[in-house]
């Protein structure tokens, strides 16, 4: 069983819409997530941690459910420059430091 | 505040050949990890390194894969006698530390490797 799965996609929604991902992971000793964002054939970049009380940036809005081991990312009144693969990650337990990569989910956002 | 720098960009090698990829991280972070990502998969963590000390090499391949973060100077990921399915992106990551438990890791541009 893959640590992180998730819904590869792809997504097309047009430019405004709100759309959601989700994510789980197979480890419950788990400390630490976070969603990436991966453009093409570029380096992930940081797009936000997730703590349990879920916690919100700007127009992004993650969740998570440590009981159900599930993680989600809302993205609001989505742009163009939305458009990316979206990665959740996962880090810790008994392999502290290591990051566990889900294989990302596509998004397009068109005009 | 430069970010995690990587070079070379692209690497072009004949299978046999030695690969050697260089990391800078990012100021004042002390924690590096190197991570390939293969064509149309996901991230797979390789190796984890504090200054002159590996920390975790459980998912480097035994063989012909080492790398090293001396005292002065980048990390360096060698790869001898290049094959085929060596041709993929080494991403660099670096972090200030582990902390209460987050791990917020920033990524280099990445090396991409191609065994020819």
């Known amino acids: 069983r893959k640590e992180v799965e998730q819904d590869p996609g792809p997504f097309n929604v047009p430019e405004g819409a709100t759309v959601a991902f989700n994510c789980t992971y197979s480890n419950s000793a788990s400390q630490s997530f976070f969603w990436y964002r991966q453009d093409c054939r570029k380096e992930p970049k940081l797009l936000m941690s997730?703590?349990?009380s879920g916690n919100e940036d700007g127009r992004f809005t993650a969740q998570l459910n440590r009981a159900s081991q599930y993680i989600s990312l809302l993205i609001r009144d989505s742009k163009l420059s939305d458009s990316a693969t979206y990665l959740c990650v996962v880090s810790g337990g008994s392999t502290l430091g290591r990051l566990y990569f889900g294989r990302g989910t596509q998004l397009t956002v068109w005009p | 505040n430069a970010g995690v720098m990587q070079n070379p960009r692209h690497l072009v090698r004949r299978r046999g050949q030695e690969a050697r990829l260089r990391c800078s991280p990012m100021?004042?972070?002390?924690?590096v990890y190197w991570y390939r990502q293969l064509p149309e998969e996901g991230l797979k963590f390789m190796v984890y390194l504090q200054k002159e000390n590996i920390i975790d090499e459980s998912g480097m391949p035994k063989e012909r894969f080492s790398a090293e973060f001396p005292k002065e100077g980048p990390s360096i990921l060698r790869i001898q006698q290049v094959v085929r399915g060596d041709s993929a992106a080494y991403f660099c990551?670096?972090?200030?530390?582990?902390?209460?438990?987050?791990?917020?890791?920033?990524f280099g541009p990445g090396t991409r490797l191609t065994v020819l």
């Open positions: 990551a670096s972090s200030r530390s582990l902390g209460s438990g987050n791990n917020e890791q920033f």
């Open positions: 997730v703590y349990s």
């Open positions: 100021k004042g972070h002390s924690h």
